[in-house]
């Protein structure tokens, strides 16, 4: 009988711990911060990271992961991720944590590396006001990273194009998701004309409560069902950047459990700056 039950108990704790997707607690983390063989990374921009960060983790802002182009968020090709993975440190043969602020930094990161074949790589629930609020240690000093050789050809099963959305939006089975802030989707905001004609607007500021974690499957499903996007669609994702796009990315294919979720890259910045009609 005893025995039956703490197999019960290690099978409610498994299930539990999966239903957290690829995202890692602050107390977790925080037992790990000196584990060589965990790599923490601040996808925020350097200047904020010189501020403060969390302890042992290096700065890594995602806007390295863009090309040059008059377009801005538009990722490099695999050559070019590659090289500036290495020079950042990166290290697929170890857990990867990633943090920010809200999560789209992470979240575009997290996506970028699945891409490249990352298999164990984790955004921290909360980022780095969660980590603060716990009085976790944080620090100005940088660290350095180690250089490394990173080879990888990016498995683009999830990556779409213009074209591709342009063919695929008008599909019934298709939902194409707008992750951006309200005013952007609606266009009041000086930086929007609007929204992808037929997307439906799903902020990512909604995926957080009011303690900055990540909400529970349960409100998160209900969420996405009253908007339409069930998992028996294929779902596109896009915002300014694809950042926000990156965390529900994150959210929905690790946490809720969805199989067909794609990211449009060039997002909102590529179709408006080709003139196509916007709503």
């Known amino acids: 009988m005893k025995r039956l039950s703490i197999i019960a ?14 995202f890692i607690s602050v107390k977790e983390l925080a037992g790990k911060i000196n584990n060589k063989e965990v790599l923490i990374i601040d996808a925020r921009k350097s200047t904020e990271y010189k501020k403060v960060h969390i302890r042992n983790s290096i700065n890594f802002p995602v806007e390295e992961l863009s090309s ?23 290290d697929f043969n170890k857990e990867i944590v990633l943090y920010c602020n809200k999560g789209s ?8 590396m699945k891409m490249m074949g990352a298999s164990n790589v984790r955004l921290l629930d909360g980022n780095l006001d969660a980590w603060k ?41 298709v939902v194409l998701v707008d992750a951006r802030a ?36 349960d409100d998160l499903n209900k969420l996405f069902a009253s908007k339409g996007v069930t998992k ?27 199989t067909n979720v794609k990211v449009y890259d060039g997002a909102y910045n590529e179709w408006v700056t080709a003139n196509k009609v916007v709503s």
């Open 9 to 22: 108990a290690l099978v409610i704790y498994t299930l539990g711990a999966a239903a957290q997707g690829d």
């Open 68 to 90: 040059k182009t008059p377009i801005e968020g538009m990722l490099k090709n695999d050559a070019e991720l590659c090289k500036v993975m290495g020079a950042h440190g990166v």
């Open 105 to 112: 930094n992470a979240g575009r990161m997290y996506w970028i």
């Open 133 to 173: 609020a716990a009085r976790k240690p944080v620090t100005r000093t940088p660290k350095m990273p180690k250089k490394t050789t990173v080879t990888a050809k990016l498995n683009r099963s999830s990556y779409l194009t213009m074209n591709d959305v342009k063919t695929k939006k008008s599909n019934g089975n």
């Open 182 to 217: 309200d005013n952007y989707f609606n266009g009041t905001d000086p930086k929007s004309k609007g929204h992808i004609e037929g997307a439906i607007s799903i902020n990512s500021d909604l995926m957080r409560d009011d303690k900055g974690l990540i909400k529970t499957a």
């Open 232 to 258: 028996d669609k294929e779902v596109i994702l896009y915002c300014q950047t694809s950042t926000r796009a990156g965390l529900l990315y994150t959210i929905m294919t690790t946490k809720l459990g969805y």
